[in-house]
């Protein structure tokens, strides 16, 4: 196994959000009123590991409101712990989705300043408690776009993590509107963060944006190259998983998995995915199946296919979370579409 310990649970740090939806398919605000689901990078990638049976821990903080409750219960419902989670002033952070139809593109827009996450500072979090029996570490590049408090909070988590010799898995998760609301330097910080990770869910856009570097070459040769120069810029890295999506329409994309090692590589066929009910919160499906997969001890070629499984399936469910449980994985593995009965 590459990266990731079977021992010991996954402890998940980032914001818990609320997202607000236009209904169906129309516009914001065409009718008046919302489909509410609870969402966040980190708590996505820990509620579809927690469907697929590993131990997970939320570090986190919410608004001592009904607004918060209602986000701790649903990721209690789904077998998280919250025992990280802490209750503190601020609001609870939103995000507003309009999903696209047709050649129009889904677009999302954000309203989380001030929120009791944004508010906590890196002393608010006692590091040596909240990572006690921890196997690993995922975080992802949200969490230091969202303001310089942030940013210091997802350094001394990464740093914490490193002292403690729990491995980090990072999800570069470039958000620009995020970035672009601060006086940020998000090449400097995602630096420092992903020089603690073991494993990195990037491509080799996201691989430039690091080592300011442009990557030639086409499709799996340039992933290649591009993580052939992360692995030699960041010696911590061992395994770097990506997904590369074509969109056709709103409602049918071709999607690859690959996975890249110091010492292997494994890549998929292209699938496609028509009838798509919801793309948002694809890629912490994505690195949900990945990390079960090297949790588990599974060779890169399973992993792969099973990181391709959860993303590919996750675009068949509403909302943010993946409920996918191993018999789905299997059974899309197995080209199993009739009913099963």
């Not at 066929?269 to 890629?283: N, P």
Request: glycine share 12%; aromatic share 6%.
């Amino acid at each position: 196994m590459t990266g990731a310990p079977k021992t010991g649970h996954v402890a998940c740090f980032g914001e818990i959000l609320l997202r607000m939806t236009a209904p169906g398919r129309e516009l914001m605000l065409q009718k008046p009123h919302f489909d509410v689901y609870v969402a966040g990078a980190e708590a996505n990638v820990g509620v579809g590991l927690a469907n697929l049976g590993h131990p997970v821990r939320m570090i986190s903080r919410l608004p001592d409101n009904a607004l918060g409750q209602a986000a701790l219960d649903a990721l209690r419902r789904h077998g998280v712990d919250t025992a990280g989670v802490g209750r503190t002033a601020g609001r609870m952070g939103l995000y507003f989705l309009t999903q696209g139809a047709g050649l129009r593109a889904s677009e999302i827009f954000y309203d989380r300043q001030d929120s009791s996450f944004a508010r906590a500072a890196a002393a608010d979090f006692d590091w040596d408690a909240l990572l006690d029996g921890a196997g690993l570490l995922h975080m992802s590049g949200i969490t230091p776009a969202l303001g310089p408090r942030s940013a210091e909070a997802a350094v001394a988590a990464a740093e914490a993590a490193h002292r403690r010799g729990v491995p980090i898995s990072f999800d570069g998760n470039y958000r620009s509107q995020l970035w672009e609301a601060w006086d940020s330097d998000p090449r400097s910080i995602l630096t420092k963060l992903v020089s603690k990770a073991q494993i990195l869910f990037g491509n080799h856009r996201d691989i430039s944006l690091l080592l300011g570097t442009e990557f030639s070459g086409e499709g799996s040769d340039r992933r290649r190259i591009a993580a052939e120069a992360a692995f030699e810029a960041f010696p911590n890295l061992t395994t770097i998983a990506s997904t590369a999506r074509h969109v056709e329409d709103a409602d049918r994309h071709l999607i690859s998995a690959r996975i890249d090692t110091q010492g292997g590589a494994a890549q998929t066929e292209d699938v496609l995915v028509a009838g798509i009910v919801d793309r948002i919160g694809a890629g912490d499906a994505f690195a949900a199946g990945i990390l079960h997969g090297l949790r588990s001890g599974r060779d890169l070629e399973w992993t792969v296919r099973s990181g391709l499984a959860l993303t590919c399936l996750k675009h068949s469910l509403p909302g943010d979370f993946s409920l996918f449980g191993p018999a789905d994985i299997e059974a899309f593995m197995a080209g199993g579409l009739d009913v099963r009965r």
